[in-house]
């Protein structure tokens, strides 16, 4: 079966840096586009970036763009999310998504919270 499990989050200072690794398993990730999500308290989930198979391609919301670049090793079948110049709107809840064919599957996510 898919599963997706994130790793990496924690608590940061603003400007600091943070790696979040998702760990997919149960389907051919080489060949799969992967997204990551985040959801702030009270908030609904966001699309955050996307890669394509290959790497070849990514895309970013505007709020994040410049600050953090999505990556993947499809060796390991991991995808990465580098966070930096945090802030503390970035708060959240980041969750590893794999879409197949309108049927979304999510890992349990991992917390960032950035704080002084």
């Known amino acids: 079966q898919v599963q997706l499990v994130e790793s990496g989050g924690g608590l940061v200072q603003p400007g600091g840096s943070l790696r979040l690794s998702c760990a997919a398993s149960?389907?051919?990730?080489?060949?799969?586009?992967m997204r990551w999500y985040r959801q702030a308290p009270g908030k609904e989930r966001e699309l955050v970036a996307t890669i394509t198979s290959t790497g070849g391609s990514t895309n970013y919301v505007d709020s994040i763009k410049g600050r953090f670049t999505i990556s993947r090793d499809n060796a390991k079948n991991t995808v990465y999310l580098q966070m930096n110049s945090l802030k503390p709107e970035d708060t959240a809840v980041y969750y590893c998504n794999y879409n197949w064919y309108g049927l979304n599957y999510w890992g349990k996510g991992t917390l960032v919270t950035v704080s002084s």
């Open positions: 149960g389907f051919t990730f080489s060949t799969s586009v």
